[in-house]
């Protein structure tokens, strides 16, 4: 049985190989399960559609973190759950979310650099493309909704409970 809902969006962002990708598939599923209607939103997919898999300097991310919001809100505003699982870490996009989409929660998972270093088996951070918070500051969020350390201490199920006893408890989803 589907619910009716009004659109929202779970953002969860964080710099690379703090499993973001990982708790969203988890958060989508949960949600489909309750009989909500939603969509995953990756970068990295999101990179692959818009035709960018090259383009990691500062302004073309900053770009890229637009066009994804502008995507989320439009789809929050038919009425779809979107867990969308990004880098963006920009206030001024950080911003625009909280004023231009409905039901925005974002959620920031923080990891240590030992911690994303020892996850990295794309090796991004060997790479020699910018690299978002080694190249260039990664501006964390001012007003999370949630915070969640994302080290080896919690699984991905496990951070999904935090994210469920925080924000979807009591809101209809």
Known sequence: MKRNMSGC???ITGLSNTGKTSLGVLLMAKLRKEGVAV??????RL???YGERDAFDRESRKKI?????RLCALLA???MA???????LFHE????????????????????AWVLEQRDDR??????????GRDFAAEAPQFPDLVLESDHTRSPEQLLELVSAALLAGSGT
Request: charged residues 20%; contains cysteine.
């Open 9 to 11: 969006v779970y953002w």
């Open 39 to 44: 969509v995953h939103l990756d970068g990295d």
């Open 47 to 49: 990179r692959e559609v």
């Open 65 to 69: 973190a637009y066009r994804n919001a």
């Open 77 to 79: 505003e038919q009425g």
């Open 82 to 88: 979107v867990v969308c699982t990004t880098v963006s």
């Open 93 to 112: 996009v950080q911003e625009w979310n909280r004023q231009n989409i409905p039901h925005y929660k974002e959620i920031y998972l923080h990891s240590p």
């Open 123 to 132: 090796r991004i951070y060997q790479k020699q493309s910018p690299v978002a």
